[in-house]
């Protein structure tokens, strides 16, 4: 974990990501590099353009309130997605508008998956892009679609304005 997010992953089978720690830390190094991502992605969204931090999931996921990050071998088309956590519809609220959600990516953004791409720049892009969904879901969980994704996909272009890979 970091500051601001938990990186969580499996260290074997089809969804465990390199195991390659070149500092010896016993945290492999593509798991770090998610990590400084997306305290990257934190620091322009949140700090320098103003969005308020997410809507804390208290105990659920990795059980520290940090917006969680899950690593997975989707790839394929699908670089990323965010989702809102189940259970947080109450009798009290059966429809909340404010949710905290949790990120899913891919756990290494092979060139065989994702041809003409670079694996770096698309970490980039889906971590700004889709922890901008997160940030989303803590204003309002059901605002119109088109306006979720052109928000987040103009968000990729604010946090690392050289990798035009929409343009």
């Not at 990516?105 to 694996?119: A, C, I, M, R, V």
Request: proline share 6%; glycine share 12%.
């Amino acid at each position: 974990c970091s500051r601001y997010f938990c990186v969580h992953w499996v260290a074997e089978g089809l969804d465990a990501p390199s195991l390659a720690d070149g500092d010896a830390d016993g945290i492999p190094d593509y798991v770090e590099q998610v990590l400084g991502v997306a305290e990257h992605v934190h620091e322009i969204e949140n700090e320098k353009l103003g969005w308020r931090e997410p809507k804390s999931d208290g105990s659920k996921g990795g059980g520290r309130g940090k917006t969680d990050i899950y690593l997975s071998q989707i790839g394929g088309e699908l670089f990323g997605y965010a989702a809102p956590d189940r259970g947080q519809i109450t009798k009290g609220n059966p429809i909340p508008r404010r949710l905290h959600g949790y990120l899913v990516l891919d756990n290494d953004y092979s060139p065989f998956e994702f041809p003409g791409t670079k694996p770096l720049q698309d970490l980039q892009v889906t971590i700004a892009h889709e922890y901008n969904h997160i940030l989303q879901f803590g204003y309002d969980a059901f605002q119109d679609p088109w306006f979720a994704e052109s928000t987040a996909t103009w968000m990729e272009d604010q946090v690392y304005n050289g990798i035009d890979d929409y343009l």
